[in-house]
Nanobody
């Protein structure tokens, strides 16, 4: 059984918007900080955004500040990523993850979803 399942990816034009969702099983979201990462073809997986479990403090990679917004609904065990003003360089597979801390390090995350493809056309 998948513990994290992303949805909401798709094809969008330059400047468009998408909202990603990540449904979590069990108590993952009540235990871990959660974040979004992405991996473009031929590149390493990189941090996008993070939100802490209780304080809801958020952190963003510099390349998405002001355009993306991360949120979570602990009662519904769901994590969201609202992406506005998407750019072609944002084309990647986007993953949600449950991580031991909010460092943004891939190695700090113990649980990963299967990913959802986001393609931004120019």
């Amino acid at each position: 059984q998948a513990l994290l399942v992303e949805s909401g990816g798709g094809l969008v034009q330059d400047g468009g918007s998408l909202r990603l969702s990540c449904a979590a099983s069990g108590r993952l979201l009540t235990i871990y900080p959660t974040g979004w990462f992405r991996q473009a073809p031929g590149k390493e997986r990189e941090f996008v955004a993070d939100i802490r479990r209780i304080s809801r403090i958020t952190k963003y990679a510099d390349f998405v500040k002001g355009r993306f917004s991360v949120s979570r609904d602990n009662a519904k065990n769901t994590l969201f990523l609202q992406m506005n003003n998407l750019k072609p360089e944002g084309t990647a597979v986007y993953y949600c993850a449950a991580c031991r801390d909010s460092s943004g390090r891939v190695g700090a995350c113990d649980y990963w979803g299967q990913g959802t493809q986001v393609t931004v056309s120019s």
